[in-house]
């Protein structure tokens, strides 16, 4: 007889944190892809939305600093774990706000909503690097969470319009089945514990210093920055532009989302292992090079059909080669500076979706053709960063470290 393979603790613990983030994207996908709609219908203009979003998202920078460089690494299970509490309430008490017009209140539970959303998904990396760490695991949490947030929205797109027990499903039912998930995702925090196998740094301000001098993570960060803002001008009210700009229903935007994102999500496992080339540069190019011709196509077009085709190659490109794009910088850092690195990396992108929001906001009302051309400038700009970043990769390959795990080392610091 065979025997049977036995999972390690590390293993196990490693699936059950993934097993969490799956619950708690699904209750994402399912609650945010309405969320622009529902406080439409409760009177909220397009620029009330891209506001109240982009104060959400700057107060997460709150959050984000204070868990980097405050939260020890033995304590940040405990943190996630009151955090969903917090989303979980907050998402009960939106629930009860419907119909009421209590324009303030709803606006405060939807910033909290963003940030707790925020804080979440900045922790669960470098939860994660207390059991495993590689470029490869990178790419496997953020697939993990692509894929289940479009299964959200999934679970959506099925039930809306749809009548149980005598009571048609609204984006309140819908709203009520996020709820249920993220429940799922509490319990399952409940189940494991994680160890820092790291001995915390001695200095809070060592991070930050190495990332001032290092000439690659400056840029870097600029890059993190302008790749949020610029996917952010373009689609952070992708639910309003389908539905008023191009005449979607909201059950036929929402399956046109699901359809582009589960094929997204299948094209980011196949970029990762077959379809990434051995060359950077060309990498680059086809995550960033053809979206930004599209939006340039679409702008000259000035055609409803052309815009959709450009902002389906945006979404369906934006999962892949998350190894080559990210994770390569990220892990440079050593697992002891892991929490307070991705501090200063969710800050720059979170700072950077709330000014694409922002943007996207201010251009609304102008048409998807100046929206594309916003997004347009801020792609380019960004894809000039991200070549000079390959650049700067290969003049210090010279520097050692190990195959599975790049150092944190001073030697890195550029002279």
């Given at each position: 007889m065979k025997k049977r393979h036995r999972l390690s603790k590390q293993k196990i613990v490693e699936r059950k944190i993934l097993v969490m983030l799956a619950f708690f994207s699904t209750s994402v996908g399912l609650?945010?892809?309405?969320?622009?709609?529902?406080?439409?219908?409760?009177?909220?203009?397009?620029?009330?939305?891209?506001?109240?979003?982009?104060?959400?998202?700057?107060?997460?920078?709150?959050g984000v600093i204070f868990v980097g460089y405050r939260l020890k690494m033995g304590h940040l299970k405990g943190f996630m774990t009151v955090t969903l509490g917090i989303k979980l309430v907050d998402l009960m008490i939106l629930r009860s706000l419907d119909a009421t017009n209590s324009f303030w209140l709803m606006s405060a539970c939807t910033a909290i909503d963003v940030i707790t959303s925020y804080l979440i998904i900045a922790s669960v990396y470098p939860l994660i690097t207390t059991i495993i760490k590689n470029n490869?695991?990178?790419?496997?949490?953020?697939?993990?969470?692509?894929?289940?947030?479009?299964?959200?929205?999934?679970?959506?797109?099925?039930?809306?319009?749809?009548?149980?027990?005598?009571?048609?499903?609204?984006?309140?039912?819908?709203l009520v089945i996020s709820v249920i998930?993220?429940?799922?995702?509490?319990?399952?925090?409940s189940t494991f514990k994680v160890k820092a196998t790291e001995k915390e740094p001695p200095r809070s301000d060592s991070i930050l210093k190495y990332v001032m001098k290092s000439k690659l993570q400056r840029f870097y960060m600029a890059y993190a920055f302008l790749a949020a803002m610029s996917f952010a001008a373009a689609l952070g009210l992708k639910m309003l532009v389908l539905t008023n700009y191009l005449n979607f229903s909201a059950g036929t935007a929402t399956n046109y989302l699901l359809i582009v994102g589960?094929?997204?999500?299948?094209?980011?496992?196949?970029?990762?292992?077959?379809?990434?080339?051995?060359?950077?540069?060309?990498?680059?190019?086809?995550k960033f090079g053809i979206r930004l011709l599209a939006y340039v196509i679409a702008i000259i077009a000035d055609d409803p059909f052309v815009s959709m085709l450009a902002i389906t190659w945006s979404i369906l490109i934006s999962t892949a080669y998350e190894d080559v794009t990210d994770g390569c910088y990220i892990n440079l850092v050593d697992n002891r500076h892991q929490l307070s690195y991705s501090t200063i990396k969710y800050t720059m992108s979170i700072l950077g979706e709330a000014a694409g929001?922002?943007?996207?906001?201010?251009t609304y009302n102008l048409g998807?053709?100046?929206?594309?051309?916003?997004?347009?400038?801020?792609?380019?700009?960004?894809?000039?960063?991200?070549?000079?970043?390959?650049?700067?990769?290969?003049?210090?390959?010279?520097v050692r470290h190990s195959a599975s795990r790049m150092r944190y080392d001073e030697r890195m610091i550029d002279n």
């Open positions: 609650w945010e892809n309405f969320r622009q709609l529902w406080l439409q219908d409760n009177g909220f203009s397009a620029a009330d939305v891209s506001i109240v979003t982009s104060i959400g998202l700057v107060l997460s920078v709150v490869e695991i990178y790419s496997k949490r953020k697939l993990v969470e692509y894929w289940f947030r479009d299964i959200g929205v999934l679970v959506g797109g099925i039930v809306l319009g749809q009548t149980f027990l005598g009571s048609l499903i609204d984006y309140n039912a819908c998930f993220l429940t799922l995702a509490i319990a399952t925090m589960l094929l997204s999500d299948v094209v980011g496992v196949l970029a990762l292992k077959y379809f990434t080339p051995k060359n950077d540069y060309l990498t680059l190019t086809l929001m922002m943007l996207c906001g201010v998807v053709g100046v929206i594309l051309g916003v997004s347009a400038v801020i792609t380019a700009t960004q894809l000039g960063i991200a070549f000079y970043l390959i650049h700067l990769r290969r003049r210090r390959r010279s």
